[in-house]
């Protein structure tokens, strides 16, 4: 029962603006749109969060469009250590609500 | 600060061998997952922990796996016996539910297991 698609995979040029796009038609109202990514060996780390405002972090900027069935996280200067698995989840409003993982985008930064 | 801390960081063990993995989360947050990643696949909630309680462990195979979190702080998570297809990533996260209806989720660095 995936909530969420995203392409598997996505390349970008170090330095360049990273735009990781998820598709989350079935979103409800009381749901956030949630983005974490997973390096290598790693666990998954928190990027950003939104509802229905774009927003903006050290890390990302969240662009969700208007109806709310899709977003774009933007990782404006791309470095080789941004490469990692991204994963967009959509998540219910109440706290504690466990976070559902699909397959990711697999994005590879290259010199 | 320090983060959520896994151990062992890598386990082989043969298979109906028990095994266990602790966690220890950040300091102060009151709830703890236990997440399984099989490879090339996102991680899949086992069990949650508000405090002392199980909250939701509608996932955890119950015939095998179990799960504690003594005194509300570090947690345990047990295998026995281990199978061939428990091979998998184990990640434990932390987070503070408070007074925001939103909470993030921190994520340790993961035991992987793999069952010969």
């Known amino acids: 029962d995936a909530k969420t698609t995203q392409p598997t995979s996505m390349d970008c040029a170090e330095g360049r603006a990273a735009n990781l796009p998820c598709n989350h038609s079935?979103?409800?109202?009381?749901?956030?749109v949630y983005w974490y990514r997973q390096i290598h060996s790693q666990g998954p780390q928190y990027i950003i969060h939104?509802?229905?405002n774009n927003e903006t972090n050290e890390m990302a900027s969240l662009i969700i469009t208007e109806d709310r069935k899709s977003s774009t996280l933007i990782l404006p200067h791309a470095t080789l250590r941004d490469t990692a698995v991204y994963y967009c989840i959509v998540r219910p409003g109440n706290a504690g609500n466990m976070l559902t993982f699909g397959g990711g985008t697999r994005l590879m930064v290259k010199p | 600060e320090a983060g959520v801390v896994q151990s062992p960081r890598y386990k082989i063990i043969e298979k109906k061998q028990p095994v266990a993995f602790w966690c220890n989360p950040i300091s102060g947050h009151n709830t703890l997952y236990w997440y399984r990643q099989n490879l090339g696949q996102g991680p899949e909630l086992l069990i949650r922990?508000?405090?002392?309680?199980?909250?939701?462990d509608s996932q955890l195979p119950k015939d095998r796996f179990s799960a504690e979190r003594l005194k509300g702080v570090d947690s345990t998570l047990k295998i026995q016996p281990a199978e061939l297809g428990d091979s998998a990533v184990y990640l434990c996260?932390?987070?503070?539910?408070?007074?925001?209806?939103?909470?993030?989720?921190?994520f340790g660095p993961g035991t992987r297991l793999l069952v010969l």
């Open positions: 922990y508000e405090n002392e309680e199980a909250v939701d």
């Open positions: 939104g509802l229905k």
């Open positions: 079935t979103i409800s109202g009381n749901e956030y």
């Open positions: 996260a932390s987070s503070l539910i408070g007074s925001s209806i939103q909470e993030t989720q921190y």
